[in-house]
């Protein structure tokens, strides 16, 4: 069931739900509401990073200025960045520590379902077994990577996860600064926009069905709730207006964030004072 939190995850959180669960419906249906109230739970975060988003979009423009304007000293730029930040009341990192805090649910899961003793050899739909995979076509040839049959639930897996990039990579796209020198992440996650379904696909083909079963009914229903998300709740008008109204404010700077500030000017400092000498 894994080690360290992702064990202690499965044995104190998604055990005991889950059995709770499948001692009074199937199993196939248990999985299913289980990944419903996973996706619930873990619905605040998905706003806070989709929030975090939403913001980096609306301050792109002026990013892109400064890009242009201190285009030639990174160091310079890089402080005016943190200013706008500051004055505008965005944190850059918000946006990521969502996604890492979901880290350990999936890990934790990825070990759940095929070692989970009670998911063996209970059948749903065309699955005879949920902890192994789902055949439904014996291939007269073998594939690398991918064996000697097709599954079906990884492939309703990846075609959600396919949707659910397809609709999400815009929006990070928009709210990803663009930073000189560094790869287009635009087309970097155009690219993903394939890719990841494909190796979902190819890895999930011989591995326990209940897990692809949870994929796709998890990336069905994050999708759902990113359209409401992006439809009913937040409204990019009144970021933009907040953020105004952040920069009008005077805004006290944390002591990381002041600590940053002097290494970056004791930084410049120190970058001119060798521009003088020479």
């Avoid at 890895?203 to 998300?229: D, K, P, R």
């Avoid at 009144?238 to 952040?246: C, V, Y």
Wanted: charged share 20%; glycine share 4%.
């Amino acid at each position: 069931l894994g080690w360290g939190i992702f064990g202690w995850i499965n044995r104190y959180v998604f055990i005991p739900v889950y059995n709770v669960l499948s001692d009074y419906i199937p199993h196939g249906i248990a999985i299913i509401i289980f990944t419903i109230l996973v996706r619930l739970v873990m619905s605040p975060v998905t706003y806070k990073s989709y929030l975090s988003q939403a913001k980096m979009k609306v301050l792109r423009p002026e990013i892109a200025e400064l890009n242009e304007k201190y285009g030639k000293d990174p160091m310079k730029k890089q402080q005016e960045t943190m200013k706008l930040y500051n004055k505008a009341g965005v944190n850059p990192m918000a946006g990521c520590l969502p996604a890492l805090m979901q880290i350990p649910v999936f890990y934790a899961l990825f070990q759940f379902f095929p070692s989970y003793f009670d998911l063996r050899q209970k059948s749903f739909l065309w699955a005879d077994d949920l902890s192994s995979y789902d055949s439904v076509l014996h291939l007269p040839f073998y594939i690398p990577f991918y064996g000697n049959h097709v599954s079906l639930f990884p492939i309703l897996a990846s075609v959600a996860i396919f949707f659910y990039m397809k609709m999400t990579t815009g929006d990070q796209a928009m709210s990803t600064p663009p930073q000189e020198g560094m790869p287009d992440m635009s087309k970097i996650m155009k690219i993903m926009i394939y890719v990841s379904p494909i190796m979902m696909l190819f890895f999930f083909n011989n591995y326990a069905s209940g897990l692809s079963l949870y994929y796709f009914i998890s990336n069905t229903i994050t999708i759902g709730i990113m359209l409401v998300i992006k439809n009913y709740i937040v409204n990019e008008e009144k970021i933009h207006a907040q953020i105004q109204e952040n920069k009008a404010k005077p805004k006290k700077q944390s002591k990381f964030q002041r600590k940053m500030q002097e290494m970056m000017e004791q930084a410049e400092a120190q970058k001119n004072a060798k521009g003088n000498k020479k």
